[in-house]
Each structure stands twice: as structure tokens, then as C-alpha cells.
């Protein structure tokens, strides 16, 4: 799997600089590019799909301060608990990629949840962040910040033009306070806070239960098993019309990365592979990795969500990444450990158990 070169000179920049976004001056009062190998990095959401990629890229680049914690171990909707953490642990840098999320049917059950969890976790750390002198933070968002029906390919300045998607709109809500918050503290206090968005995600490490999965685990999930079954089709949510774009999440570590070394902008900006693919495509394309030789059928009384969302990435380009890989390499290298890990608890569920 082919890597981008993050490696930059090691010189760390602690000047004064004005940064300009949304026809604003704003000022920073330490610009630093996590140079230092040694640095302590707090990667919040280490367990989840982006946190858990970022935590394996960040180690294979050589940083070995990284700082983690379970949600056992530390609730961020907790604001108390949050401040005890980094005045205790003191984080250089952070990447803030905890969040609750799901698909349509989560997002449609728990609106409340998917609100109040999500911005609660991200004032709690922003606010942490600025009172503990963290010297730069990284905000991961979401693509379903965008209007419903705002023109395509997405670019950063479409945010707040138009009504949200009804389907996941608390979710959204929550996200576009968190970018909100970065620019707010950063024009006021002089902070170093940026943020991405992201598209569509997949990956080693995803969420394959049915109920709160997102598209791509989701239907690999279904499909595979249909196939273990014996089943002679699957019904899948939906028309299959609407175009997705989708981004292996080793991708997006990459490109955080990147961005923590590369970006010190008011505006948040996208990350994309700039592909599209309408869902009965992909659902064809995860048959075909899965190896399902029965029928796919759409039930169409049942929402379609966006019916379109392809993210313009332009900016990410001009700053020097684009992303590596393609979506059939991708969902192969998924399936493959999906497979190694319902092997685990295949092995797991036959051992006996032992109550004491």
C-alpha cells in the first residue's frame, strides 16, 4: 500500500503569524509542526475507525509519546473529567476524532444522542485544549455538514447555504460547532485549531453491526452473511440512484497528518479521493470482493439520504496530497479482515466458558 511522505524538515516555527480565511486576519500566537518525534499526541477516539488509523500511522512515522484513552477510562461528554485529563497529562498536540456515529437507521433512533454526545465532546476538548496551551489540535468533521441539495463537487465554502440532510441533521449540527468552535477560539485567543472534513470512510478497524454501521460495512456485513446462509438475494435500503464517495480511512490518517504539518487556516477543509459511485455500483462492487452470487434488491420505500455528496478537495491538492487508495483495493483489504477478525470470534465463541 503506497504511503505519502510526511516527513518534513525538522525546524519548529514559534513566530507570530497572521493567517488569513473568510476574508479575516486572525492571529496565532505559537505556529507548530509537530516536528518532534518525542511530542505527547492525544489522539481522542483512539478505539474508533479514524483514531485507531491514526494511532498505527502516527507509530509507523516514529512518534512514541502517543496518549490514548477508553471511554471506560475517560468520558469527554464529561467536562470536569476532560480538564482533570490534561492538566494531569498535559497533550502538545491533539487530534480530536472521537464522536458517536452511525448510518441512517442510528441517526434516525437516537437524534438526541448523536446531538448532545457529540457536542459536548467537542467543546469539552477544545475548551481543555486552549486552557492547557496545547499547541495545535486537529478537529475531524464530517461531509454531511453540507445542505441537502448544495452544488457538486462540494467545496468548503457551501457550509451554512441551505438546509441539512433531514436523515443525520443532529450529527451535522454537532459537527459544524465543533469547526465553529476551532475558528471562534482561534480568533479570540490566538489558538492553533483547524479542521477537516472528511468523506465517506472505510476500513480495517470499521463497525460491521447492522443497526449502526455505516454504508460500507453495513452492506459488506449483509452480504457476507447472505453468503455464509446460503441466501439467494439481499434487500438493501433505498433506490441504489444515489453517488457516494468513499476514502480508505489509512487515507485520511495520512492526510491529518499532512494537514497538522502543512495547514494553519481559519477554514476547514475537505478530505476526499474525488471518485464517486452510486450505491448499487458499490453494492455490485462488494458482492464481487465478498463472492455472493445471489440477487441484490432495493427496497424503495425505504429513504435514500443525499442523493449526491462528492467533496471538492482542491485545496488538500494545492497543499500536496491526494489520496492513494483505490476502492477496490480498499474494500479487499477490509474483507480480508473482517474475515480474520469473525475468525477470532468464531474460535472465542467455541472455547468454554468459566464462571466465577
Not at 302 to 318: N, S, V
Not at 333 to 341: C, D, E, F, R
Request: glycine residues 8%; hydrophobic residues 40%.
Amino acid at each position: 500500500m503506497q504511503k505519502i511522505n510526511t516527513t518534513v524538515v525538522l525546524t519548529s516555527l514559534m513566530v507570530l503569524v497572521t493567517v488569513t480565511g473568510h476574508g479575516e486576519n486572525f492571529q496565532i500566537d505559537k505556529v507548530s509542526h509537530m516536528n518532534d518525534k518525542n511530542a505527547k499526541i492525544y489522539v481522542a477516539g483512539h478505539g474508533g475507525l479514524v483514531g485507531s488509523a491514526l494511532c498505527r500511522r502516527l507509530r509507523e512515522l516514529g512518534f512514541c509519546n502517543l496518549i490514548t484513552r477508553g471511554h471506560q477510562g475517560l468520558d469527554l461528554r464529561n467536562q470536569q473529567a476532560v480538564e482533570d485529563f490534561f492538566a494531569r497529562e498535559k497533550p502538545e498536540y491533539v487530534f480530536l476524532a472521537a464522536a458517536k456515529v452511525g448510518g441512517i437507521i442510528a441517526n434516525s433512533s437516537y437524534p438526541a444522542e448523536f446531538i448532545y454526545d457529540n457536542l459536548m465532546i467537542s467543546a469539552n476538548v477544545i475548551h481543555a485544549a486552549y486552557k492547557h496551551g496545547v499547541k495545535k489540535l486537529l478537529f475531524l468533521g464530517s461531509s454531511c455538514i453540507y445542505p441537502r441539495m448544495c452544488p457538486q463537487p462540494i467545496k468548503e465554502e457551501y457550509l451554512l447555504t441551505g438546509p441539512l440532510e433531514w436523515t443525520n441533521e443532529p450529527y451535522a449540527l454537532a459537527k459544524i460547532s465543533g469547526i465553529k468552535l476551532c475558528q471562534s477560539y482561534n480568533k479570540q485567543h490566538g489558538t492553533n485549531f483547524i479542521a477537516c472534513m472528511p468523506t465517506n470512510l472505510y476500513g480495517t478497524g470499521d463497525n460491521f453491526d447492522l443497526q449502526n454501521s455505516h454504508v460500507i460495512p453495513g452492506l459488506m456485513a449483509k452480504i457476507h452473511q447472505a453468503k455464509m446462509r446460503g441466501d439467494r438475494s439481499v434487500v438493501l435500503w433505498g433506490t441504489g440512484a444515489p453517488l457516494r464517495e468513499f476514502l480508505y480511512v489509512d487515507d485520511l490518517a495520512d492526510a491529518c497528518i499532512f494537514l497538522m504539518h502543512h495547514y494553519d487556516g481559519l477554514d476547514h477543509i475537505n478530505v476526499g479521493s474525488g471518485q464517486e459511485i452510486s450505491i448499487a455500483d458499490l453494492a455490485a462492487c462488494v458482492r464481487e470482493v465478498v463472492g455472493f452470487d445471489g440477487e441484490i434488491i432495493f427496497d424503495t420505500t425505504k429513504p435514500d439520504g443525499t442523493p449526491r455528496k462528492l467533496l471538492d478537495t482542491t485545496r488538500l491538492a494545492q497543499l500536496g496530497w491526494r489520496a492513494q487508495v483505490s476502492l477496490y483495493e480498499g474494500l479487499r483489504a477490509m474483507y480480508a479482515w473482517y474475515l480474520a477478525q469473525d475468525m477470532v470470534r468464531g474460535e472465542l465463541s467455541s472455547r468454554p466458558s468459566c464462571v466465577q
